[in-house]
T-cell receptor, first 122, second 113 residues
């Protein structure tokens, strides 16, 4: 079946511009995550959606970053007034659900990652 | 808070040699631990995961990892490296009820012929 898809695969923009990055999760996956991977680093968590709502946005670096998931499927990460430091690969992942509230939960739902969008801010 | 540390940003082995990639974790609760692989220009792929069942976990492509609580380690091994194993490897731990992943800084594995 189809995996997680992200568009565009590459985005080059100028400093100060606005960009939108799109993520199409696996059908039926209610949990959706955005991560950012800077050069030479591991992915860093940005935001998590359960259904339509952002349940955890603690990783968003500042208020220039915003994400939506209006119908509980496709998500868009929006970056306003882009800066050169925003250049990175933005990864999206989805899973069946987040696994519940109990940290001693006995199950874990694997996150499936998309290929990422490489954002370059000139 | 849960975190992971990967020792060695670059590891080079000869084809057929043992692969050992190191990961140490910090967690106040029983952790869920993962190894992901990232091939050039591709997304992250799950190699294996530890979810408090067996301490020796077998993954895809002949990789395995052993959870050692006494050493707070979850090192990744493969008995015999193949050229196709050349990639970047990330250790990760789950943090919180939202299952967000906290990744290490990665280890780039080179396999020499």
């Amino acid at each position: 079946g189809a995996g997680v898809s992200q568009t565009p695969s590459n985005k080059v923009t100028e400093k100060g511009k606005y960009v939108e990055l799109r993520c199409d999760p696996i059908s039926g996956h209610t949990a959706l995550y955005w991560y950012r991977q800077s050069l030479g680093q591991g992915p860093e968590f940005l935001i998590y959606f359960q259904g339509t709502g952002a349940a955890d946005d603690s990783g968003l670096p500042n208020d220039r970053f915003f994400a939506v998931r209006p119908e509980g499927s496709v998500s868009t990460l929006k970056i306003q007034r882009t800066e050169r430091g925003d250049s990175a690969v933005y990864l999206c992942a989805s899973s069946l659900n987040a696994g519940g509230e109990d940290i001693y939960r006995s199950s874990y739902n694997e996150q499936f990652f998309g290929p990422g969008t490489r954002l370059t801010v000139l | 808070a849960q975190s992971v540390t990967q020792l060695g940003s670059h590891v080079s082995v000869s084809e057929g040699a043992l692969v050992l990639l190191r990961c140490n974790y910090s967690s106040s609760v029983p952790p869920y631990l993962f190894w992901y692989v990232q091939y050039p220009n591709q997304g992250l792929q799950l190699l294996l995961k530890y979810t408090s069942a067996a301490t020796l976990v077998k993954g895809i492509n002949g990789f395995e990892a052993e959870f050692k609580k006494s050493e707070t380690s979850f090192h990744l091994t493969k008995p015999s490296a193949h050229m196709s194993d050349a990639a970047e490897y990330f250790c990760a731990v789950v943090r919180g009820a939202t299952n967000k992943l906290i990744f290490g800084t990665g280890t780039l594995l080179a396999v020499q012929p």
